[in-house]
């Protein structure tokens, strides 16, 4: 029996993840989860389309298949402009759905804050933390990985790249990024690299800039990398979004191993003295717009 992904989000946004898995044919079956009754025959195409492909199959499903996910990937499925403290309130209600229909697979958010989201689904779901994860800074470390390699004209395979925090304020770790076995800091002694601090504070800016541009086409495309690994059974290193379990908990993106089981934790992250600074002031971020939403939500009862 294949693996059920289950992509739940806006049809703009779920159409184009099916679109890209099409193109990958991977051996899944695809079931979609329209956000209304309207958008179910709006994906009848893509189901047609699906006839073409040996491997994958498309189907709109219904709420007996997320008893059946193997992931459930949520897109973004609010209007911009609705506050936050209200997409909170719609989780919960969505987790209470999936729960009460006997969902036990991995939760995937792909979207803008996902720091959030992994955290209040974790505790809304009472889901396992090892099940429940975002993308975090993958796609951008994936993006600087690719941008890296161009600029020391090597290949991509042998850049390790690490960048971690959030998506809309990632923090480029050099002292954690590699290029095959020696530090990328070890470059800059280097008088034959053309590489020096300039490039690194450029690329840190460049990186940045990129943050706050849509990121939808880089997160499928990374959605797709991490299952097609786990299909594999090559599971990946990657900075996405989980849940750390200290006091108080939070989510952010860092280095853990992504595979067939959700997220496994291997060691404590080290940063550099000022990488860790600028970590820890946005660890306390996110802990102080948690204790915020909490106490919205406290105070609605």
């Known amino acids: 029996m294949k693996p ?76 911009a402009e609705l506050p936050l403290a209200n997409r909170i309130a719609e989780l919960r209600l969505l987790m209470k759905h999936i729960i009460e229909n006997g969902f036990n697979g991995q939760l995937v958010f792909s979207g803008e804050q996902d720091e959030l989201l992994t955290y209040f689904a974790w505790k809304f779901s009472g889901l396992p933390a090892s099940q429940i994860w975002g993308l975090g800074t993958y796609p951008l470390t994936r993006l600087l990985t690719y941008r890296l390699a161009e600029r020391l004209g090597v290949g991509a395979t042998v850049i390790q790249a690490t960048v971690v925090g959030t998506a809309k304020s990632p923090i480029a770790a050099w002292s954690r990024t590699y290029v095959g076995p020696a530090p990328l800091l070890m470059y800059l002694a280097n008088a034959d690299a053309d590489f020096d601090a300039d490039d690194l504070d450029k690329m840190s800016s460049w990186l940045v800039r990129e943050a706050a541009e849509q990121q939808d086409t880089l997160r499928y495309m990374a959605i797709i990398r991490l299952i097609q690994a786990t299909l594999s059974q090559q599971p990946v290193i990657a900075p996405v979004t989980n849940i750390h379990e200290e006091d108080p908990v939070f989510a952010a993106a860092s280095p853990v191993l992504v595979g067939a089981k959700g997220i496994q934790h291997l060691t404590n992250l080290v940063l550099s003295e000022d990488e860790q600074q600028a970590y820890g002031a946005q660890i306390a971020e996110i802990r102080e717009q948690i204790t915020a939403i909490e106490s919205q939500q406290t105070e609605g009862k």
């Open 4 to 79: 059920t992904l289950l992509i739940q989000g806006n049809f703009d946004q779920a159409s184009q993840l099916v679109h890209q898995l099409l193109v990958m044919n991977l051996p899944l079956d695809c079931v979609v989860m329209p956000n209304t009754t309207d958008d179910t025959p709006r994906y009848q195409p893509l189901v047609v389309a699906s006839a073409l492909c040996p491997r994958l199959t498309v189907r709109v499903g219904t709420a007996a298949d997320y008893g059946r996910a193997t992931w459930l990937v949520i897109l973004d499925r609010y209007a």
